[in-house]
């Protein structure tokens, strides 16, 4: 089982910047694939990143050049650099964990966190 909590949103202006944490534990997290999703109101949940084992990477279009992803593993942590940020970037943002690695769709994770909000407003 891995378990999985964000932290780090809020409210940030256009253009601005912050930086999601995502704490893991559990036994498998160690060997597994960590990915971001995010949700709009009234929208489905999609894929911004996902970061394997030995920091391999692979983003969504929507975000490439703006967002970094990075993992600890030592501190079993993982981290979202989001910068540049757009009204559009407002949503709740997930992490999650799968046993398979660079994964874009959600079905293929089986364990996620609560989530936290990410809001880009002026």
Known sequence: QVQ??????????????????????????????VGWFRQAPGKEREFVVAVAVGSITAYADSVKGRFTTSRDDAKSMVYLQMNSLKPEDTALYYCAASSTWLRKNQSDYRYWGQGTQVTVSS
Request: hydrophobic share 25%; with cysteine.
């Open 4 to 33: 999985l909590a964000e932290s780090g949103g809020g409210l940030v202006q256009p253009g601005g910047s912050l930086r999601l944490s995502c704490a893991a534990s559990g036994p498998q997290y160690r060997t597994s694939g």
